[in-house]
Structure formats: C-alpha cells, structure tokens
C-alpha cells in the first residue's frame, strides 16, 4: 500500500512500460552509437524517426546515407546477366510457321546489315514481308509469352509507378495490375528482359509476369507519356560519382523523411523508390518519390546493332 501511494513510483513504473529502447528496432549499422542522452531516447519513443531501406531499419540520416553508399556501390559494379542464348532467331521461326521464305529473310538481314541499325523484325515490316500484328505474334512466340491484347491506362499513367526514363529503356509498358494477386503485366515491344523483370519485383514489392505487344504501339504510348507531367519523378545523371549519388539520396530522404526506401540496378539505372505514409497505420495513403540515377556507361544494354541471325541457305536439291 506504501508504494501505491509513493508518486514517485507512480512515475517509476509509468517510464517501465514506456521504455524508450523498445520504442523501435536497433540500428542495422554496426558503427551506430545512436541517441546518447535518456532524453533524447525518450523523444525518439514518442517522434520514431529512422528509415528502412530495402526492409533494414537506419535510425538516423548519417546511417541510412552509410548504408545508401554502400548499396550504390555494390549496385554500380554489378554485372549484368547476359540474354538468354537459346532463343529461336525470329526469322528462322516465322520461316518455320509459313510467314515468311527463306529468300524474304535474307534481304531482312542484308537491309538490316547495310543500315546497321534497327531489329530484324523493324526490316520484316519495313520491307512488306509481314505485318506488325504477324511479328508480334512470332515474338510471342520467340519469347513464351501472350499477347497483349488492350491496355489499362490508368496503370500505365497512375503515380509513383516505374520511371518514363526505364520504361523508354527497355520499350515496355505497365499493362495491368491485379490486386489480389499483386501482380503487374508489363507489356515488351521488343526483347523481353527477364532481369529488368526482377528488379523490377524486388523494388516495387510484387510479382511480375511479361507479355508481347506491338513495337509501334508501344512506341506512341511512351511519346504520350513524354508529353504527361512527372512531379514524383526526378532523373539524375549520366554519373558516377558514388558519394554524390549517396549524398542526393540522403538529402532527399531527410528532406522527405520517407518510411521505406527502395533501390535496384535496372540496366543503365539506379532507381530509389521513396515511400512516404501519411498515416503509419495505412499504407493506401501515400506518397512516393522515385528517383532515378543515369549511369554514365551503359554495359547492360545491347548495341542498337542487333547482332544477325543465323544465315539462312536454300533447300538443297535432292
């Protein structure tokens, strides 16, 4: 009864249920010394700061900026998986499929050599052999994937979703986006990259899947989106410059005080995805910020000289 009536155990007890240290997660940096004083470890219980990045937690912006360089770091000197080898040459396939002769390949893939420039099935089209619809179809094929039949333009215009500067990279659009599945179609007008795929998958926190659409199609989609306002979206570059790259994302990530913070290579590009809640209890409320770092080399990307496909010979007589 003495110590229920005590005020200062009263007040003991009070700051035992509200200890400060399991107010949030201990910094992932192992150079942290974190808040020094109980005051300031108090304030931290009742104002949580900190920032996880890819699902670390970074209590104070000179940690995350730490961890951000050495994320960019590892990011800059990954080398890029190399494309598949064993897919069929579109030519050869659309041979197979009586699109087209074997004489009608050959002129593609000598226009295409002379011009130095352009993909095979640029030169099946430009030449009258097929049509779009008859390459996208073989590329389909070529790729294992469907065919895109219509698009969803709220998703391919809806906020904080891939960068223009990606999506112009690797000539693919947003096609649809399941929710129950939490899935996002992206459509390809020309190879399908499956690693672009799957860092696309680790930033965006979903599952993929790939399709095939119209080369022309797709090309007038992204000429509109250039002519479309872009205020979450900020492209830096062509850099280097580790520290400078970790000294922006920092300055944006206390500017903004993101909750989660996101990073991938895809190709030529670093994409940081800031995520900031309005309300730490829902995450439909939300703001996002993507910024997007040009690598000044560019070693992820094919030559826009597509190297040719096997030379086709005629059938020899018997």
Not at 89 to 99: D, E, I, N, T, W
Request: contains cysteine; charged residues 20%.
């Amino acid at each position: 009864m003495k110590k229920f009536l005590n005020p200062r155990t009263w007040s003991f007890n009070w700051l035992k249920r509200r200890r400060p240290e399991s107010a949030e997660p201990a910094c992932a940096l192992a150079s942290c010394v974190g808040p020094q004083s109980f005051w300031q470890r108090f304030r931290k219980r009742h104002r949580p700061s900190g920032t996880l990045l890819q699902g670390v937690f970074y209590c104070r912006p000179q940690c995350l900026e730490t961890a951000l360089l050495g994320q960019l770091s590892r990011l800059r000197i990954m080398v890029p998986s190399p494309p598949p080898p064993n897919r069929i040459p579109l030519g050869l396939l659309m041979v197979a499929r009586g699109k087209l002769t074997y004489l009608e390949v050959r002129a593609a893939l000598e226009a295409q050599r002379r011009a130095r420039h352009g993909k095979i099935g640029e030169w099946i089209e430009k030449l009258g052999f097929a049509t779009e619809q008859e390459v996208t179809t073989a590329l389909a094929l070529q790729w294992g994937c469907p065919v895109a039949a219509s698009y969803d333009l709220s998703t391919i215009q809806s906020a904080g979703s891939i960068p223009l500067p990606i999506l112009e990279a690797f000539q693919m659009l947003p096609l649809n986006y399941v929710a129950s599945t939490n899935t996002l179609y992206l459509a390809f007008g020309e190879r399908v990259d499956h690693a672009a795929l799957f860092a696309i998958e680790k930033i965006l926190d979903c599952r993929t899947q790939p399709c095939v659409a119209g080369r022309k199609s797709i090309a007038r989609q992204l000429d509109a989106l250039r002519h479309l306002p872009r205020p979450s979206e900020v492209e830096f570059g062509p850099m280097n410059d580790l520290a400078e790259m970790a000294r922006i994302a920092s300055s944006y990530t206390t500017r903004l005080s993101p909750d989660q913070v996101r990073l991938s290579r895809i190709g030529r590009f670093i994409w940081l995805r800031l995520n900031v809640n309005h309300d730490p209890r829902s995450k439909t409320r939300s703001l996002t910020t993507n910024l997007v770092f040009r690598l000044s080399t560019d070693s992820s990307r094919p030559i826009p000289f597509e190297r040719p496909e096997r030379t086709l010979r005629a059938p020899q007589a018997p």
